[in-house]
């Protein structure tokens, strides 16, 4: 395996934290990041968002093996090119692509998994890019962010992030990483998430809908579900929220959003759709 320290000393480059750049130095957490992709993963082709200096990169490679690829996104040109050229061989065999752009906005390949440090500035849209894949991920946040992903109704972190998560895979925190591990350190630990995905318990028809009637329950996190269904017609787009109130379970009406679990949340939902004439946008 590469050694991190190396890379970033070839790369020539200081990692910059206004651009997101936090580069791994732990070899042993390198090491450690593919293995907790789930071992009925099919690893044939693995995506990484932000490649860097390519420390995780090497190990994705050799994790993907001489069948398999590998694909790095990395908004950042220098170190783009850098990884081109540090990794020539495996790219002249077909086995890594570089793609030089903002993984916000590039067309993505069809990944069977992702193992990924973050940019922790855009964690959140890079997440929901690829939780929609069904895919196994293996991914670094600030440590509070991935406890907001994995909290369990009830709990003060317990909000829209984890239900939008919940929704769509089981998820849990493998691993927390201290801020040595990093050059240059971020200000804050960090935190391995591991999303398995898996068929949602209750779907519904209108994920879009779904994901802003969450949004708009939360906002009134306080409230009843009753009141905040009322309340937040205006950002759910609910043009009937009194058909939504009349049809709903009292249980479920008298719950606040922060009781309401994932499924709970997902069946409102469908049932919002039914009787409430949500705005669409077409
Ligand atoms: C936290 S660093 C991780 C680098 C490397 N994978 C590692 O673990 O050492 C995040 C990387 O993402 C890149 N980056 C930042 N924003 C990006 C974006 N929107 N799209 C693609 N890459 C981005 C940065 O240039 C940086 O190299």
Do not use: C, W
């Amino acid at each position: 395996m590469r050694d991190p320290d190396r890379l970033l000393a070839r790369a020539g480059v200081r990692g910059d934290p206004d651009r997101d750049q936090h580069f791994l130095v732990d070899d042993r957490v390198l090491d450690r990041l593919p293995t907790y992709l789930p071992d009925d993963a099919e690893i044939g082709h693995l995506l990484e968002v932000g490649g860097g200096t390519g420390g995780l990169t090497d190990r994705l490679l050799a994790k993907a093996g001489d069948d398999g690829q590998v694909t790095v996104v990395e908004r950042d040109r220098d170190l783009a090119a850098f990884l081109r050229e540090e990794f020539a061989e495996e790219v002249d065999e077909g086995r890594l692509t570089v793609i030089e752009g903002d993984a916000l906005s590039v067309e993505l390949p069809e990944f069977t998994a992702s193992v990924s440090n973050l940019p922790y500035g855009v964690s959140s849209e890079i997440t929901f890019r690829l939780l929609p894949e069904k895919r196994p991920l293996v991914l670094m946040y600030q440590q509070e962010f991935a406890e907001r992903m994995v909290a369990e109704p009830g709990t003060s972190a317990y909000g829209r992030l984890s239900v939008s998560t919940q929704h769509y895979a089981d998820v849990e925190i493998v691993e927390s990483i201290p801020k040595e591990a990093f050059s240059p350190p971020p200000a804050v630990q960090s935190a391995v998430v591991r999303a398995v995905p898996r068929e949602p318990a209750y779907e519904v028809a209108d994920e879009e809908f779904f994901l802003r009637f969450v949004k708009a329950l939360f906002t009134q996190r306080r409230k009843t579900i009753r009141n905040a269904i009322r309340n937040t017609a205006h950002i759910s787009g609910l043009e009937e929220p009194e058909a939504v109130v009349e049809a709903a379970d009292e249980d479920v009406l008298r719950k606040r959003a922060d009781a309401m679990s994932p499924t709970a949340f997902a069946e409102l939902a469908g049932l919002a759709l039914e009787v409430g004439e949500p705005e669409t946008d077409g």
